[in-house]
Structure formats: C-alpha cells, structure tokens
C-alpha cells in the first residue's frame, strides 16, 4: 500500500492486510531495524499483518543511522516538534480497511518514547515501549490504549526506572490493559516479548 506520510519507511505488506504493526527504531539505528522483530510477531499470529518501519527524520550525530531528536544534549523542544509530526503521519494511517484500533506502535528506547508521546493521544489497538523513557511533559490521559512495556533489569543506557515510571503513570490514570516486562537483561528487547504479543493480539484483536 501507498501513504501520502512525511516519514520514510520500509514495509513488508499485502493487499490482503487487515491488521498493522508500525514500528519506530532506536537512537542511532534505521528503518530496516526492527524489521525482523515485527516479522517474528506478526508470524504468530492468526491476521494479515502490514509492517511498517519508519525512519527517525534526524541524521545521527556520528554520521551513521538515524535520531528522533537530538538526545546530547537533550532536544526536548526538538521532541515536541517530532511527536505532532508522527502524530500527523500515525493518523493518516487510519484508514477503512486498516483502522488505528487494529494497528499496534511498537517502539525501542528513543523509538518507545516517541511512541507512548504520539500514541497515547490516539486510538491505538496496542502499544509497546521497549526499553524507553517518558518525556519530561508526557501526561497519560484517562483514556489510554492498551500498554505493554519491556525493560532489562540491567540496562546500561536507559535505566529501568524510566519503564517503571511509565507504568505507574500510566496505572494511576487508566483502568486500560497495562503490563510490565521486566526481564534480566541489558538495552535489548526480550524473546519473551513476542510470545505476550502476540498472545494479547490473539485475544484482544
């Protein structure tokens, strides 16, 4: 499928697709990252799934892969600007045959902070933040869409205690699914993660 979407992206798609996954990489990787992980979960499930994997606007400040905004220093205002510009593309994706309820946003680390920033202002079916962070002026409304989060115990870029933050935002607002995966690991995505993916779509979708 075509989209008139200011972001580049790549995609595994079909005619036949009736549900998405949309997908959005870490600080300093790109659009084919996560590729395989939305493959893995997708496969698992019974739907037609499109994938898409966008690309963070920015060029990475080492010259290889790409950023959301700028991280150091922290570009908050720069974070802003990139949350209503996803925000404009996410919602162009709500269309008759794939509607935002059947999509999942799926984010790792300054992906996830993108993704609960835009993805908690729409009418999302699932959203996974994977080894994230919440940005400084990110409220969770009372209507929030069902939420996984994932971090590594032992992650050394981005502390736990960003996920935990999340999740108690989150809980203290919102009567929605909400679940936190802690799993003993670094700043990585669990395998696990997967199976409770996908088993949530399977019930829920």
Known sequence: MKYDIDHEFVSISSQTATHRIILLHGW??????LL?????????TQFDFEIISLRAPGLHPSGQGRQWYGLYPHDW????????????????????????????????SQ???MAIDAGFKLNLGLIVACS?????????????????????LFDDVVPIEASRIIYEKVKS???????????????????????LISSKISNNF
């Not at 300093?28 to 990252?33: Q, R």
């Not at 009567?175 to 199976?195: A, R, T, V």
């Open 111 to 113: 992906g996830a902070a």
């Open 77 to 108: 205002n720069g974070a802003e600007v990139e949350v209503n510009k996803l925000l404009v593309t996410l919602t162009k994706f709500d269309t008759d045959m794939i509607s935002l309820k059947k999509t999942i946003l799926l984010g790792f």
């Open 28 to 33: 300093g990787a790109d659009a084919d990252d």
């Open 36 to 44: 395989t992980l939305g493959t893995e979960i997708t496969e698992k």
């Open 173 to 195: 607002k919102s009567s929605e699914f909400c679940e936190l995966l802690e799993f003993e690991g670094l700043h990585q995505i669990d395998s696990n993660l997967i199976n």
């Open 132 to 152: 994230g962070y919440p940005h400084p002026t990110w409220i969770p409304g009372k209507k929030c869409p069902p939420l996984i989060v994932s971090h590594g």
